[in-house]
């Protein structure tokens, strides 16, 4: 999949445009374990400089979860490096060996 249809497929899961900042419940499936974060923050925004859609997560507001650092999760992301899909309202990517499937609440 290209830049161009994960930017898309991100605009899609914040309801078009460039920017959100909001409530979202990820699910991280690593070693084929599954980890339920509950009301984490996100933040996506436009970056300019590379032409690329950042998304931000704060895995921390889930303090009953496994810390995020324990699972190789990272709380940047972007379109560049990234490969979102959009599918029934959940947003997925691969972070190394964690499959993230992401609902915002909108």
Known sequence: MGKYQSTQNLKKAI???????????????????????????????????????????????????????????HGSYNTTFQSFEFFNGTLRWIDGNNVILLNIHK
């Open 15 to 73: 309801g078009g445009g460039e920017s959100f900042y909001g409530k979202a419940t990820a699910i991280v499936i690593h070693d084929e374990v599954e980890y339920l974060y509950n009301d984490i923050s996100v933040r996506v925004s436009y970056n300019a400089g590379y032409m690329q859609l950042d998304l931000f997560v704060i895995w921390e507001d889930d303090s009953k979860q496994v810390p995020y650092k324990q699972l190789d999760l």
